[in-house]
């Protein structure tokens, strides 16, 4: 038996040490650091003052794909255009011409 069995404390002595002050701080997924978009109101940009029930495919970049109106704080409408969209989006639905829900709609 000329082979050297190894010992669990041999086997940890070559392994990396997670504690210390010399070792780097590792995470599972990267720091996001400032990758903020600015948010801006797509109706104010373009200049839109109405929002047609009708035109469906508009209307589905503004809700998810479970078919939820998207929040102000994600899409940066003010709350004069959010209001009108909610409306819209309401309109459309009961018209049946987008879906009350939907599963993975986009």
């Known amino acids: 038996m000329s082979e050297t069995a190894t010992t669990p404390a041999a086997e940890s002595s070559t392994a990396p040490k997670t504690g210390g002050s010399g070792n780097e701080i590792r995470y599972l997924t990267p720091i996001s650091i400032e990758t903020k978009k600015d948010k801006y109101d797509r109706f104010k940009k373009y200049g ?40 819209a989006v309401k309109r459309s639905r009961h018209l049946a011409l987008m879906p009350y829900v939907a599963d993975m709609l986009k």
Do not use: C, F, H
Request: no cysteine.
């Open 48 to 87: 839109i003052k109405y929002i047609d029930y009708k035109d469906a495919d508009y209307l589905l970049r503004l809700v998810n794909e479970q078919g939820k109106i998207l929040p102000r704080r994600l899409t940066g409408t003010s709350q004069k255009y959010q209001k009108r969209v909610a409306q």
